[in-house]
């Protein structure tokens, strides 16, 4: 069975940073796209950051551009989310998914538990 594990997320102020992690296991994970979602109550889940099997491909959603980095590292088949000068409209639960394409949630098959982000004013 497919085991995707968010960890990194937390409490803290405007202008702070975190670093999400999401390591993979019973998957192929250096053959599949990533992506990183996320979602507040009541809103619709939101393509973050997307990044190819190679990392040699990112996408952003704009508001995030300039502050966050995907990264991804094959050999330990664990996905990153550098985010940096939080903002409190950053808030939500961040989930990592795989094996989709672009920021399109409805194109990824598998997905982690989530990690929960709160920034603070």
């Known amino acids: 069975q497919v085991q995707m594990v968010e960890s990194g997320g937390g409490l803290v102020q405007a202008g702070g940073s975190l670093r999400l992690s999401c390591t993979a296991s019973?998957?192929?994970?250096?053959?599949?796209?990533m992506g990183w979602f996320r979602q507040s109550p009541g809103k619709e889940r939101e393509g973050v950051s997307y990044?190819?099997?190679?990392?040699?491909?990112?996408v952003y959603t704009d508001s995030v551009k300039g502050r966050f980095t995907i990264s991804r590292d094959n050999a330990k088949n664990t996905l990153y989310l550098q985010m940096n000068s939080l903002k409190p409209e950053d808030t939500a639960m961040y989930y990592c998914?795989?094996?989709?394409?672009?920021?399109?949630?409805?194109?990824?098959?598998?997905w982690g538990q989530g990690t929960q982000v709160t920034v603070s004013s």
């Open positions: 990044i190819s099997w190679s990392g040699r491909n990112t």
């Open positions: 019973r998957l192929r994970f250096g053959d599949l796209n």
């Open positions: 998914a795989a094996g989709g394409s672009g920021l399109s949630p409805q194109t990824y098959g598998y």
